[in-house]
């Protein structure tokens, strides 16, 4: 489908929407930030935020003018609707406290690595940084965090909140952030409180306990005393792959439903784009997404790169996290992975840049000057090229109020946003129908037929489920490129995910075969620094149906809205320089939009439908036996070996040599490929080799930093594999012979078992 861009107007009235003013029950769209620092974040501080408090932040997002941490002048492109100022409450305002000559504080011997005396020595600095990262693996020191300390500080930002909160015009909510860096893993969440009036005397830190169960205890003891709060986790792309677990807690204990339900009453959000990168998905996870390498960045946070130490990538995206959620629903009966989507930005200058023509970085002195910047200074791990301006967070609330707006992201009406405000409505039910958006009251007609972005689909009235799919460009940004539909199912141990392009600008034709629709024409001028929205649309919208619904099985949908190319802002900050772009980013962008999902259970009885997986206790109640380490060598080592996914019907070899590396060959780019395989399509089409050993009888691979074993079981003269993620099923068949046609237009079967079996979408 394709669309052509709307009259200017309208959409200029509809993008007017946030301002109203009146209670709506259709609700408008409110933009803010959910993640920002002060001077009074004691790594803020360090960076040489010496100016500015939590005040200044809401007076920035209404459109104040304040000083950068360097001393020029910063001002917000667009003001936002409501933020929440989120300071580290670890040790809050201790930093400033050391370093203001003549304090207490600053004479006690605890404080002294914490001084800096020379701000202007980058080496001192970091020494100060690094030390304050090792607080948080140390007893928690006493003097900082006594209630005359730690508890005055939070009491005077309950006190700016208030005095910088205007009903109707502007929320200022009363909030913090909840520290935990174990071993340099981010598991750092953002609290948010619904009523300035109901707090506890002091936060909850990492100091009291990093891990995440703790707090979710915590926030539970809080509620059950008439406190409303929910958590935002962010940064998922730099927590090492300990966000998203799947067999085990921080703790060690085995991941249950009393867990999933701790987690989702309490962690609502996930905050899916940020100055340090986005967190939906990675191009090792998503190798059929052209759009999943978009502004990568991974990391340990105060981790010096020379340490050699890389990140896991399972387990830190979100949406891999969505996809195993519903495997663990279909499995072991609950889902610990149903957030919505936010956007924030983790500045530590007070403000923030939410446009790339406005970015004056997010770490002081680190990165404040654009020589700074496109030098490429690294601190703490981190190449500041590879930053970006912040995300915000879209909400559909009755009104901009505290209450009203708190009420949106507990029930994660919410939407993420790259920096532009790009407004993005997703209504899934089963009685829309194509005029739908045609009416006038459509909004409400999304109500009343169905669930917003956030809900459950209810039970099932038609053969598939509807989704009216809407949004509306920034004014000030670029246009719009396309919204897609992004799909998550899961069968047998096994999660897939498919883009659907759903609506566009202008005349391009899908692909015949993969239904993608191609690029939108770059108007960018790279020597210039420049763009024209000359292509794209102001809106776009459609009523979809999925054409590959199964209703026995478990799945997820979201959108994502993208903008036309535009340019990075390193591109901007080069042709401003009068020097080339740096090449270890792309030069331009595409800014976008993640609505919150919508889910879809299928009911007991559309479960009878799903065929049956083939599990490894099936395997061993039936007889079969685990191969061991030298029975493997024996199997595979020197050979090739042909195997069959018995979940999708897709066939490949992988080929084992002598000296510990394999190569897989035959699948397609069109194959249907379960989660967590990397690009085995183009691994394919290169024959590139990738490492693999044979231990504790289990064959052994790894996608990137994560070992995944493939354990093989004998039945009679039949073998099964099961790899380790793939929660207890055996979905892999080998056959005793290479299959005779690979091609659809091959005839004959193949002779391998079960050649017959139909290809499950």
Request: aromatic letters at 10%; one cysteine or more.
């Amino acid at each position: 489908m394709r669309i052509l861009a709307t009259g200017i107007v309208a959409a200029l009235v509809v993008a007017a929407g946030a301002s109203a003013q009146e209670k709506n029950p259709e609700r408008n769209a409110y933009f803010g930030d959910e993640h920002i620092h002060t001077s009074w974040s004691v790594d803020a501080f360090l960076f040489g935020n010496h100016l500015t408090g939590p005040g200044d932040a809401l007076e920035y997002a209404q459109g104040k003018t304040i000083k950068h941490p360097l001393g020029y002048d910063i001002k917000i492109d667009t003001p936002l609707d409501f933020m929440g100022v989120t300071d580290h409450s670890e040790y809050v305002g201790v930093t400033r406290e050391a370093n203001t000559p003549g304090s207490a504080l600053s004479k006690l011997p605890e404080a002294q690595p914490l001084i800096v005396r020379d701000w202007n020595d980058q080496e001192e600095v970091q020494k100060a940084f690094l030390f304050l990262l090792s607080l948080t693996s140390r007893p928690p020191i006493k003097a900082f965090t006594s209630p005359q300390v730690a508890g005055s500080i939070w009491q005077e930002n309950v006190r700016l909140a208030d005095q910088n909160n205007h009903p109707g015009k502007f929320t200022a909510f009363c909030s913090y952030e909840w520290t935990s860096q174990f071993d340099n893993r981010n598991l750092h969440r953002n609290i948010f409180f619904r009523d300035c009036a109901k707090v506890p005397q002091m936060p909850f830190t990492a100091l009291d306990s990093w891990h995440p169960e703790d707090l979710w205890k915590w926030m539970d003891t809080q509620r059950s005393a008439g406190i409303e709060l929910l958590a935002i986790s962010h940064n998922a792309n730099l927590s090492d792959g300990w966000m998203y677990p799947t067999d085990v807690d921080s703790l060690g204990r085995p991941i249950d439903a009393a867990w999933a339900a701790s987690r989702d009453r309490n962690e609502r959000l996930v905050e899916i784009k940020q100055i340090k990168g986005q967190s939906e998905t990675h191009p090792l996870l998503s190798p059929s997404d052209e759009f999943a390498s978009y502004e990568i960045n991974s990391y340990l946070l105060g981790l010096p790169p020379e340490s050699g130490r890389i990140p896991h990538i399972l387990g830190s995206y979100g949406r891999q996290a969505l996809k195993d959620g519903l495997t663990m629903q279909d499995v072991r009966g609950f889902n610990p992975y149903k957030p919505g989507m936010a956007g924030g930005s983790d500045s530590h200058n007070t403000g923030s840049p939410y446009r790339q023509d406005n970015f004056y970085g997010g770490h002081g002195i680190n990165d404040g000057t654009v020589e700074t910047r496109m030098a490429g200074h690294n601190f703490g791990g981190i190449d500041v090229r590879l930053l970006n301006p912040a995300g915000l967070t879209g909400v559909w609330a009755e009104e901009n109020t505290r209450a009203s707006i708190w009420d949106a992201m507990y029930r994660k009406e919410t939407f993420g946003v790259s920096g532009p405000h790009i407004k993005v409505r997703f209504f899934g039910g089963w009685e829309f129908v194509a005029d739908t958006l045609g009416q006038a009251d459509w909004v409400k007609a999304g109500y009343a037929n169905g669930v917003p972005m956030g809900g459950d689909l209810p039970p099932a009235k038609s053969k598939a489920p509807t989704f009216l799919v809407w949004a509306v460009k920034d004014p000030t940004s670029g246009n719009l490129d396309r919204i897609q539909v992004i799909k998550g199912w899961t069968r047998s141990g096994q999660s897939f995910e498919k883009i659907f392009d759903v609506v566009w600008a202008g005349d391009r034709k899908p692909d015949g075969l993969t239904g993608a629709v191609p690029p939108i024409e770059s108007t960018v001028d790279l020597e210039n620094a420049t763009y024209t929205n000359s292509v794209g649309a102001i809106e776009l919208k459609t009523v979809w149906t999925d054409p590959e619904f199964d209703p026995s099985l478990h799945a997820f949908y979201y959108v994502r809205v993208l903008e036309i190319p535009t340019p990075r802002w390193t591109t901007l900050q080069a042709h401003q320089l009068g020097i080339e772009p740096p090449a270890i980013v792309p030069p331009t962008v595409q800014e976008r939009a993640w609505s919150s999902p919508i889910w879809y259970t299928p009911s007991a009885e559309a479960r009878k439908g799903a065929a049956p997986g083939i599990t490894v206790a099936d395997l061993v109640e039936k007889g079969a036996k685990a191969l061991g380490t030298d029975q493997l060598k024996a199997l595979v080592v020197g050979k090739a070996v042909w195997l069959r996914n018995t979940v999708t019907g897709d066939q490949f070899k992988i080929s084992y040599d002598s000296h510990g590396q394999s190569t897989i060959l035959h699948v397609g780019s069109n194959a249907v490929l379960p989660s967590e395989v990397g690009d085995p399509a183009r691994s394919s089409y290169e024959v590139t080799p990738a490492p693999y050993s044979i231990a504790n009888g289990k064959v052994v691979t790894m996608l990137g930093q994560e070992p995944l074993s493939v354990s093989i079981y004998q039945l009679g003269g039949e073998y099964y594999g099961a790899r380790s993620n793939e929660f207890g099923y055996a979905n892999y068949a080998l056959l005793p012979k290479p299959p005779l046609f690979l091609h659809p237009l091959g005839k004959g079967e193949t002779s391998g078992p079960g050649a017959k079996d139909e290809h499950p979408r």
